[in-house]
């Protein structure tokens, strides 16, 4: 069982950055990769980015739509994950989930998720 627990949501005008933290617990944290998704009013929740672990270190995908302006990090020894943004846009506002993951094919598979944080980008 893993219990994830999203904050770093909020309010910011468009080309501003936010950062935002998923507090993880549970002992087999460590074995799932962390994803984080969105999902903005109206749309289907979609991919943002992941966050794996292999004995050569971590391994990070992200969407297209946010690769070179959102980063994905991970902290074992905090139990977290972050996801920073940079340079947002009015169409990057949405709910922001973590959750922990598995994948199957190409597709990214929540498993546990967290309660999701707002984030509003202004134009």
């Known amino acids: 069982q893993v219990q994830l627990v999203e904050s770093g949501g909020g309010w910011v005008q468009a080309g501003g950055s936010l950062r935002l933290s998923c507090a993880a617990s549970?002992?087999?944290?460590?074995?799932?990769?962390i994803t984080w998704f969105r999902q903005a009013p109206g749309k289907e929740r979609e991919f943002v980015a992941a966050?794996?672990?292999?004995?050569?270190?971590?391994?990070?995908y992200h969407a297209d739509s946010v690769k070179g302006r959102f980063t994905i990090s991970r902290d074992n020894a905090k139990n977290s994950v972050y996801l920073q943004m940079n340079s947002l846009k009015p169409e990057d506002t949405a709910v922001y989930y973590c959750?922990?993951?598995?994948?199957?094919?190409?597709?990214?598979?929540?498993?546990?998720w967290g309660q999701g944080t707002q984030v509003t980008v202004s134009s």
């Open positions: 959750a922990a993951a598995h994948k199957e094919g190409s597709t990214w598979q929540g498993d546990y």
């Open positions: 549970g002992r087999t944290f460590s074995r799932y990769a």
């Open positions: 966050i794996s672990w292999s004995w050569t270190g971590a391994i990070m």
